[in-house]
């Protein structure tokens, strides 16, 4: 009984050590983009444009503003494994035609075939 509660109380504390120190990367990325965001700022647009000078504050503003009007707050991607499960419910979907289309487009645009009927290119053949 008392290896259980130490295993536990061993994964707490590798759960509480694993939520800091991702708290303490996102704490020290967020001030080295607001610093490099501001000092590029300070160091450009008054001299380019005339502006005026932006405070840490302002500049880590300006990171929102920014990322709200050009990147929005969604992932980014599927990852591969994403990636494999939609194309696969599009194969699905396909009919033999369709299938057949895209196999004969991906031949074309990558010069690669399905299934080992298909001859090697020149280039590719053993000597």
Same mark, same amino acid.
């Given at each position: 009984?008392? *290896?259980?509660?130490?295993?536990?109380? %061993?994964?707490?504390?590798?759960?509480? $050590?694993? &939520? +800091? !120190?991702?708290?303490?990367?996102?704490?020290?990325?967020?001030?080295?983009?607001?610093?490099?965001?501001?000092?590029?700022?300070?160091?450009?647009?008054?001299? *380019?444009?005339?502006?005026?000078?932006? %405070?840490?504050?302002?500049?880590?503003? $300006?990171? &929102? +503003? !920014?990322?709200?009007?050009?990147?929005?707050?969604?992932?980014?991607?599927?990852?591969?494994?994403?990636?494999?499960?939609?194309?696969?419910?599009?194969?699905?979907?396909?009919?033999?035609?369709?299938?057949?289309?895209?196999?004969?487009?991906?031949?074309?645009?990558? !010069?690669?075939?399905?299934?080992?009927?298909?001859?090697?290119?020149?280039?590719?053949?053993?000597?």
């Amino acid at each position: 009984m008392k *290896v259980l509660e130490s295993e536990v109380r %061993t994964m707490r504390r590798n759960r509480f $050590l694993r &939520v +800091l !120190g991702i708290v303490a990367v996102v704490t020290l990325a967020i001030n080295v983009m607001g610093f490099v965001v501001m000092n590029l700022w300070n160091w450009l647009m008054p001299a *380019v444009f005339g502006l005026k000078t932006v %405070t840490f504050l302002q500049a880590l503003g $300006l990171l &929102v +503003l !920014g990322k709200i009007l050009f990147g929005g707050f969604h992932r980014h991607g599927r990852g591969p494994r994403g990636w494999r499960r939609h194309m696969a419910e599009r194969w699905e979907h396909m009919s033999p035609e369709e299938r057949e289309r895209f196999r004969a487009g991906i031949r074309g645009r990558w !010069g690669c075939g399905f299934g080992p009927d298909r001859e090697p290119a020149p280039e590719q053949k053993p000597l």
